[in-house]
């Protein structure tokens, strides 16, 4: 059996970008060695001054969603940095992420998740909910309500170049709503809860929440 240090690491890129640059990312990604990915359509979401952290306005976002080995995956985000000139307002952001929670109905966490001493180097978490149509903004108002700072709503059909019906091995039905939203670390808790609460995702058909590290990261404000 091979070692943990034998196994291939993999990550999940994800590209928060304005509609129209989804095929652009797609292209540059390729040339890193990125097989594939999934175009989303979404819109992002201000609140309590998302434009100063995420840097996106109410307006048509493209979430790009790619799975690469580790070291394709840091190649390709700092290439997508460059090119798309992510440090600059409004360009974007770019990140890597491994799953790490599971909550909606059965509850997985792991030890170290919330804890920023003991976790890791991630400052960040980012943290997604899949709800039924038309629940978006009462996460993203629960969300608000402990803290955060916005999110991206996504279109579950979304206009990918690949078919865009699952996630994470979850099935999303065409009338379901994607809610992800970037939190420091220490502020996750608060906002995992109050989420639960206000969705009652405990309960059968209610939804799902999971919660990723975020590791490499470009185009974010600090």
Known sequence: MDSP???TQIDLIYLIVNSGTGSKVLHIAKECGVTGGTVFLGKGTAHNHILELLGLAESKKEIVMMVADRAIAKK?????NHDLKLEKPNHGIAFTVSVCNVTGTHSMVCDHLLDEEEGGDAMYKLITVVVEKGRAEEVIDAAASAGAKGGTIINARGGGVHETERIFMIDIEPE????IIISKTK???P?????NKAL???EPGNGILFVQDIGEVYGLAK
Not at 191 to 195: L, R, S, Y
């Open 176 to 179: 379901k709503e994607i809610v």
């Open 5 to 7: 240090a034998d196994q």
């Open 76 to 80: 390709a985000a700092e290439r997508l």
């Open 191 to 195: 906002i995992i809860d109050a989420v």
């Open 187 to 189: 502020d996750a808790r």
């Open 200 to 202: 009652a995702l405990d």
